[in-house]
Nanobody, 124 residues
Framework: QVQLVESGGGLVQAGGPLRLSCAAS????????MGWFRQAPGKERIFVAT????????YYTDSVKGRFTISRDNAKNTVYLQMNSLKPEDTAVYYC?????????????????WGQGTQVTVSS
């Protein structure tokens, strides 16, 4: 089992950057594919980015390609989401998640472990 704790959320002006971190407990972090999802008020949770166990593969939803970068440091049991050129429509609660099968997928149902979320608010 793994516990995930996100941090780094906050209020930022449109066009600005923000970096989210997700720290994982346990000694098997390197065996989990990691993902970031977000949920805006009144909307369903949607996929943002995913990264393979080694970090060699990543995939993004179209709306964040070129602006967001997912990365991981297996030695620190941490996954990051660097968000640049933020837009008001990026406002949401951001969640990191771990896929125990080690498969970098886009579907929330594939992820067994979830953090509590961190709020990102982008002002116009």
């Amino acid at each position: 089992q793994v516990q995930l704790v996100e941090s780094g959320g906050g209020l930022v002006q449109a066009g600005g950057p923000l970096r989210l971190s997700c720290a994982a407990s346990g000694r098997t972090f390197g065996s989990y594919a990691m993902g970031w999802f977000r949920q805006a008020p009144g909307k369903e949770r949607i996929f943002v980015a995913t990264m393979s166990t080694s970090g060699g593969y990543s995939y993004y939803t179209d709306s964040v390609k070129g602006r967001f970068t997912i990365s991981r440091d297996n030695a620190k049991n941490t996954v990051y989401l660097q968000m640049n050129s933020l837009k008001p429509e990026d406002t949401a609660v951001y969640y990191c998640a771990a896929n125990s099968l080690g498969i970098a997928t886009t579907g929330p149902a594939s992820y067994k472990y979830w953090g509590q979320g961190t709020q990102v608010t982008v002002s116009s």
